[in-house]
């Protein structure tokens, strides 16, 4: 894991903490996000909205499916935390329950993460970098896309690395998935600690 110099300042033990998981297409966002949850049974993942297709496969509740007209209905009326149009296609994070105390988890692309952190300065970006590029087009293979998306989305990659890199308030190399998860709950739960002191 590295740190940036000078983390986040803590929210108050009043509101939740926002975790924010970023990286490119292919990092394992989702895999980490998906262990985050089972170790963690108090954070709560936002669910977001997106008008991409669902792919064969997919979860029903991996995303709210929805048309472009009904998300742009969403954003006019501000209910969007976040959203970027990302390959085509819109994702949005719905404004979060504020007044709830469970500590929230949002799995987003770079631009989505840098007007969260412009919005609430005491979230915590953790950007996730692929082992390798060769590693990160096979876990993309494995997934299902086609050809041309694949390649869409590495080439997205080398635009959104440079740009979450120095944003995020902390970066891990996915070599290890166990490793990666624990170094994030070591973290998350310093973060919680201090935001109690
Ligand atoms: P995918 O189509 O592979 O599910 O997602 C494409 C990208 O959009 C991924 O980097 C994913 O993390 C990101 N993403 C998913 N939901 C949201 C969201 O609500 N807001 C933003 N900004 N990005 C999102």
Do not use: C
């Not at 472009?68 to 979060?96: M, S």
């Not at 293979?141 to 890199?165: Q, T």
């Amino acid at each position: 894991m590295n740190e940036r110099a000078e983390p986040p300042a803590s929210s108050s033990s009043a509101s939740p903490l926002i975790v924010i998981v970023s990286g490119p297409g292919g990092v394992g966002k989702g895999t980490i996000v998906d262990a985050l949850l089972r170790r963690d049974s108090t954070l709560l993942l936002s669910r977001s909205w997106t008008t991409r297709e669902q792919r064969p496969g997919e979860h029903d509740q991996a995303y709210v499916f929805t048309t472009r007209e009904a998300f742009e209905t969403h954003r006019e009326n501000d209910g969007f935390l976040e959203w970027t149009e990302f390959l085509g296609n819109y994702y949005g994070t719905p404004v979060p329950d504020f007044s709830s105390t469970q500590d929230i988890v949002l799995e987003i692309e770079v631009d989505g993460a840098q007007q969260v952190k412009v919005r609430h300065p005491e979230s915590v970006l953790l950007f996730i970098l692929p082992p390798s590029r060769d590693e990160q087009r096979r876990r993309l293979i494995g997934r299902g896309d086609p050809d041309h998306k694949v390649l869409e989305r590495l080439r997205k990659a080398e635009e959104e690395e440079p740009v979450g890199l120095a944003l995020a308030d902390y970066s891990f190399v996915n070599d290890d998935l166990d490793q990666t998860v624990d170094e994030m709950l070591v973290l998350i739960n310093r973060l919680r600690a201090d935001s109690r002191r």
